[in-house]
T-cell receptor, first 116, second 111 residues
């Protein structure tokens, strides 16, 4: 089954500093990849998704960007962090099952980002 | 697009009681309905799912029921235990591979 590696687990950054969060996937090829953000006590907000190398779709206009340089690598970046970028960031991938669908998501362990 | 409503937002039960969380969806193209459990500080994990060709699925103490006509599905947890305390999310895909999630239910099981 799929394994998602996401790091770091916790990050404290000053306002205006850059950001790079990395996510790698094992156990599957050509997955769909997703970045979600979760504010404290809130639901899952989809930020970006990717269906292949170099293919990025943004769901919410914001201060962040994403890149997929390799099939199983997904990177979330920012040039200058804002206070509002604080939150719990989750990487996820979809996996085909016996019916060949991509609806089931596997999530990483998340990165808690605090911008001060 | 798909619209998923989840209720209640918070559910408090005594250990041993049953818990039920309900979701409604809008897009009749949705044919797959997963439930995820998120423990504090961790990513959500799939705990059970159901496809539109069945009405009920059970896995030990958890079960999911689906009513396609009414466009709603529910998560049932019996004999709740303190380790069931978590946030639970439902989801539906609509006609896309991007699932729409409910807003989550915080389940608290009191010992």
């Amino acid at each position: 089954s799929q394994t998602i590696h996401q790091w770091p687990a916790t990050l404290v950054q000053p306002v205006g500093s850059p950001l790079s969060l990395e996510c790698t996937v094992e156990g599957t090829s050509n997955p769909n990849l997703y970045w979600y953000r979760q504010a404290a006590g809130r639901g899952l907000q989809l930020l970006f998704y990717s269906v292949g190398i170099g293919q990025i779709s943004s769901e919410v206009p914001q201060n962040l960007s994403a890149s997929r340089p390799q099939d199983r690598q997904f990177i979330l970046s920012s040039k200058k962090l804002l206070l509002s970028d604080s939150g719990f960031y989750l990487c996820a991938c979809s996996a085909g099952d016996l019916l060949g669908t991509n609806e089931k998501l596997f999530f990483g362990s998340g990165t808690q980002l605090s911008v001060l | 697009g798909e619209n998923v409503e989840q209720h209640p937002s918070t559910l408090s039960v005594q250990e041993g009681d049953s818990a039920v969380i309900k979701c409604t969806y809008s897009d009749s193209a949705s044919n797959y309905f997963p439930w995820y459990k998120q423990e504090l500080g961790k990513g959500p994990q799939l705990i059970i799912d159901i496809r539109s060709n069945v009405g009920e699925k059970k896995d030990q103490r958890i079960a999911v029921t689906l009513n396609k006509t009414a466009k709603h599905f529910s998560l049932h947890i019996t004999e709740t235990q303190p380790e069931d305390s978590a946030v639970y999310f439902c989801a539906a895909p609509g006609g896309s591979y991007i699932p729409t999630f409910g807003r989550g239910t915080s389940l608290i099981v009191h010992p």
